[in-house]
C-alpha cells in the first residue's frame, strides 16, 4: 500500500462537475475532485483494514501533503478512532495540521479526529490552549471545535465539569472576536452544551452573551426555549 496508490484511487472517482461545484462552494485554494464524503469513508475503511497505527500515520500525512481537497478528508478520516495505543504520533500530525487550516470542512474533519485525541488525553488542552492566541483565525476557531465532545456529556465527572468551565472561558475570551466563524463556533458550543446542562449554558449567556453578535445569541438559545 502507497500513497500514490491511494492517490490514484480517489482521482479514480472525480466527477469534474462535482469538483467545479465544490471549489466555488469551500473557496479555498487548492484541488477538488468532487468526491462525495460517504465514497472517501468507504475507500479510507479499505486502507484502515491494511495498517497500522504508523502507517495510517504516514499514509495521512503523505495524502494532507497532497494538498487536495478530498485527500485532506480522506487524511483526517484515516486517523478518526476513539481509541489508538501509543497515539502520540496521531496527534502530532493532526496537531501540525491546525496552523494550516483555511476552511471549514476540512477543519472540521481534522476536529472530529483530534477531538477524540483530546479525550483519549485531556492533558493535551494545555497544547491547545495556546491555538486562542493565534492571528490565524481558523486556529482559533479550532480551540473550541476539537473540545465539542465535553459539550455532549449525558453524565460529566468532576474532571469534565471542570474542563467544560475552562473551555466556557475560552469562549469568554472569544466572544468579542467579530469574525462569523468565531461567533458561529461560540454559538455551536453553548447550542450543544444546552442540550445536556441547560442552566451552565443560560449562566454563560447572562454573564457574556451581550458580546456576541445577535445570530449567535439566537444560535446559541436554540434549545433554551424562552
Given at each position: 500500500m502507497t500513497a500514490e496508490a491511494e492517490l490514484a484511487a480517489l482521482l479514480a472517482l472525480a466527477d469534474p462537475v462535482r469538483a467545479a461545484g465544490s471549489a466555488a462552494y469551500h473557496k479555498a485554494p487548492r484541488r477538488y475532485l468532487g468526491i462525495a464524503v460517504p465514497q472517501i469513508e468507504a475507500l479510507v475503511a479499505e486502507w484502515r483494514a491494511g495498517l497500522d497505527v504508523a502507517g495510517r500515520v504516514a499514509l495521512a500525512d503523505a495524502l494532507w501533503r497532497s494538498d487536495i481537497h478530498e485527500?485532506?478528508?480522506?487524511?483526517?478520516?484515516?486517523?478518526?478512532?476513539?481509541?489508538?495505543?501509543?497515539?502520540?504520533?496521531?496527534?502530532?500530525?493532526?496537531?501540525?495540521?491546525?496552523?494550516?487550516?483555511?476552511?471549514?470542512?476540512?477543519?472540521?474533519?481534522?476536529?472530529?479526529?483530534?477531538?477524540?485525541?483530546?479525550?483519549?488525553?485531556?492533558?493535551?488542552?494545555?497544547?491547545?490552549?495556546?491555538?486562542?492566541?493565534?492571528?490565524?483565525?481558523?486556529?482559533?476557531?479550532?480551540?473550541?471545535?476539537?473540545?465539542?465532545?465535553?459539550?455532549?456529556?449525558?453524565?460529566?465527572?468532576?474532571?469534565?465539569?471542570?474542563?467544560?468551565?475552562?473551555?466556557?472561558?475560552?469562549a469568554a475570551r472569544l466572544a468579542p472576536d467579530r469574525d462569523w466563524f468565531i461567533q458561529k463556533s461560540i454559538a455551536w458550543w453553548l447550542r450543544d452544551l444546552s442540550k445536556h446542562d441547560a442552566s451552565r449554558a443560560r449562566a454563560w449567556l447572562a454573564e457574556h452573551g451581550a458580546a456576541l453578535k445577535p445570530f449567535a445569541v439566537k444560535e446559541a438559545s436554540k434549545y433554551l426555549g424562552g
Open positions: 485527500a485532506r478528508i480522506a487524511a483526517a478520516k484515516l486517523l478518526t478512532q476513539a481509541r489508538i495505543a501509543n497515539d502520540g504520533a496521531v496527534w502530532a500530525l493532526i496537531a501540525s495540521w491546525v496552523p494550516g487550516f483555511d476552511a471549514w470542512a476540512i477543519a472540521d474533519h481534522a476536529a472530529a479526529a483530534g477531538a477524540r485525541r483530546l479525550v483519549a488525553h485531556p492533558e493535551r488542552l494545555d497544547e491547545v490552549e495556546a491555538w486562542l492566541g493565534q492571528p490565524n483565525m481558523w486556529v482559533r476557531r479550532a480551540a473550541l471545535v476539537f473540545t465539542l465532545p465535553w459539550t455532549r456529556l449525558p453524565h460529566p465527572k468532576p474532571a469534565d465539569e471542570a474542563i467544560r468551565a475552562r473551555v466556557l472561558g475560552w
